[in-house]
């Protein structure tokens, strides 16, 4: 490590005339100067932004720790060096002449210089951005001080802000990485080894794996609520073949319904469904909530029934969602797609989610300007629709 | 002669995985695990490039950028691997010639190996933005 002290004291002492015969005066002066200075070095050292400070000739006399961890070199390595050869700094790719922060003149008054978003490069090969401040050392002639420069190291904010990355994206980024490799190597384990485990083990590695997916679902449901609360989940639209994105998502629930032995039909449309205008992966979410919430609150041996019709006046798509399942106590329907609403003694009965899905699938119709509703009886089963607005144009 | 592809990725469990999975699948994998060491390994004799977004030292977009701008590497195919889904992050990366982009987390190593087959087939594929699940 450097020492400041010993630095400004050799630099202070400058002021002192040199002079052979030392008075006990000058002693205690120097001294005294230098306990400041060690003060002074002390105080210095702990700025966290780099600070560079020049003599007249543009060497470098002092440069503390952060300017140490910002360039990548010592003190020891740049002290007497000429700060061009240790530093440059670019404004649009244009060098920044630091030397011109030294005036020869000594009268005229220069002014502070001040540059924000500057880009450096050390001669150890560090390069990043910094706010950069000079200011000519006042005086500072006698004691043969040019200027301080202060840099505020802004790397980091930049590359941050180059990717416009707010927190919701940060935040998936950071929950999606370890849950990636949990749900891959899970998948690899269980199937390099298929055939190899117990049915207890089989059961265990189920449940890890379908906890995963929770995981995984319940974390993009947080963020999608984040994105809605704060306005930029937003839905792009082309013209959509609305059945076969049905037939296709219906499919997909198929053998999540089968294993619960439940009787899971696609009631084909009587009349022709119109293409609609729909952001495909956005309505997906909304019939894929509505089917998983029918199978999951639906007991084996019940039925599941799919429908798209037109309206009755032609001006929107009604697509359902009935099943024979518990229902919704009345009392519960005007909470339902509230987000967290859950009806009450589900989690005591075992069964797992957020009280998420209904909401966001709200949100989403509302955004394709239509509406989601049920109609359901306790005991009975619940019928859960949605309308699609028919573009006019088509 | 097998397929050759460079996987840019940092984080160290993802990318043994996906390593092991692609060799098992009698790829030649070679692994850059920051972006400077993606952008000095990559040359001509790769038919496909994995680009992670969030890299240490170079980001992806910095690291595709440099690799459109190299002769050698400007017609590789390069899919953007990553669980950083924002829009306009990969929708500028489509600008810049990224082909593909598939979101790590929503899907199984096994899922990667089919995803990547049309891209070794024909180099020229090109997935379509509007058909991905971004945030
Ligand atoms: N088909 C249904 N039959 C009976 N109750 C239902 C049905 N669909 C939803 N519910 C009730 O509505 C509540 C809210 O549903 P919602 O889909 O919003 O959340 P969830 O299924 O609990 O969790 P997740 O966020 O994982 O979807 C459920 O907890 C359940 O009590
Ligand atoms: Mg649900």
Redesign the pocket.
């Known amino acids: 490590m450097f020492n400041f002290g010993k630095l400004l004291f050799k630099n202070s002492s400058k002021t002192v005339p040199a002079t052979d015969k030392k008075t006990a005066e000058q002693t205690n002066e120097k001294a005294e100067l230098c306990d400041t200075s060690n003060k002074l070095a002390l105080i210095l050292s702990a700025i966290s932004d780099p600070v560079i400070a020049l003599d007249s000739n543009g060497k470098i006399i002092l440069f503390n720790p952060a300017a140490e961890k910002l360039t990548g070199a010592t003190f020891q390595e740049v002290q007497n060096q000429s700060i061009t050869q240790i530093l440059k700094l670019y404004q649009d790719n244009i060098e920044i002449p630091l030397t011109q922060f030294i005036t020869t003149d000594k009268t005229s008054d220069v002014p502070t210089f001040k540059k924000d978003e500057v880009k450096f490069m050390s001669f150890k090969n560090k390069q990043g951005v910094v706010n950069l401040i000079s200011n000519q050392i006042k005086g500072g002639d006698k004691a043969d001080l040019g200027c301080i420069i202060t840099l505020h190291d802004i790397t980091e904010l930049k590359s941050f802000e180059a990717m416009k990355l707010d927190f919701v994206s940060m935040a998936a980024h950071e929950l999606r990485t370890p849950l990636t490799s949990i749900k891959g190597y899970l998948s690899v384990f269980m199937s390099e080894n298929k055939g190899k485990f117990t049915d207890d083990q089989n059961t265990f590695l189920t449940r890890i794996s379908i906890s995963t997916e929770?995981l995984l679902?319940?974390v993009e449901?947080l963020l999608n609520v984040s994105k809605i609360e704060r306005g930029i989940f937003n839905v792009s639209t082309v013209s959509t073949d609305w059945v076969e994105i049905v037939k296709q998502t219906f499919d997909q629930f198929a053998e999540r319904a089968k294993e619960k032995n439940l009787e899971y039909t696609l009631i084909k449309p009587t009349s022709p469904i119109p293409k609609l205008m729909l952001d495909k992966l956005r309505i997906v979410e909304v019939i894929s909530?509505?089917l998983?919430?029918?199978i999951?609150?639906?007991p084996p041996g019940g039925k599941i029934k799919v429908s798209i019709k037109l309206s009755p006046d032609k001006d929107s798509v009604i697509t359902s969602?009935a099943?024979t399942?518990?229902?919704?106590p009345k009392e519960?329907i005007p909470h339902?797609?509230t987000?967290?609403?859950?009806?009450?003694?589900?989690l005591e009965q075992g069964?797992?989610?957020?009280?998420?899905?209904?909401?966001?699938?709200k949100e989403i119709t509302l955004m394709h300007h239509g509406k989601i509703w049920?109609d359901?009886e306790a005991g009975k089963?619940?019928t859960?629709s949605f309308s699609l607005p028919i573009e006019p144009s088509n | 002669m097998n397929k050759k592809i460079l996987l840019i990725e940092d984080d160290y469990f993802i990318n043994q995985l996906y390593m092991k999975i692609l060799k098992d699948n009698d790829f030649e994998v070679i692994l850059a695990s920051d972006g400077e060491e993606g952008v000095r390994l990559a040359d001509k004799s790769f038919n496909l490039i994995l680009l992670d977004i969030m890299l240490p030292k170079l980001d992806g977009i910095k690291v595709l950028k440099k690799l459109k701008e190299n002769p050698d590497t400007k017609n590789i195919p390069i899919i953007l691997v990553t669980n950083l889904g924002q829009k306009d992050v990969v929708k500028q990366a489509f600008d810049l010639g990224a082909q593909g982009y598939l979101l790590k987390m929503s899907m199984t190593p096994y899922q990667l190996i089919e995803k990547i087959k049309p891209f070794l087939e024909d180099p020229s594929f090109q997935m379509d933005l509007k058909e991905l699940d971004l945030d």
């Open positions: 929770q679902d319940l449901n909530n509505l998983s919430n029918a999951a609150y639906t969602v099943d399942g518990e229902g919704i519960a339902l797609f987000k967290f609403f859950r009806v009450s003694g589900k069964s797992k989610g957020t009280g998420l899905g209904l909401y966001i699938s049920v359901s089963g619940s859960f």
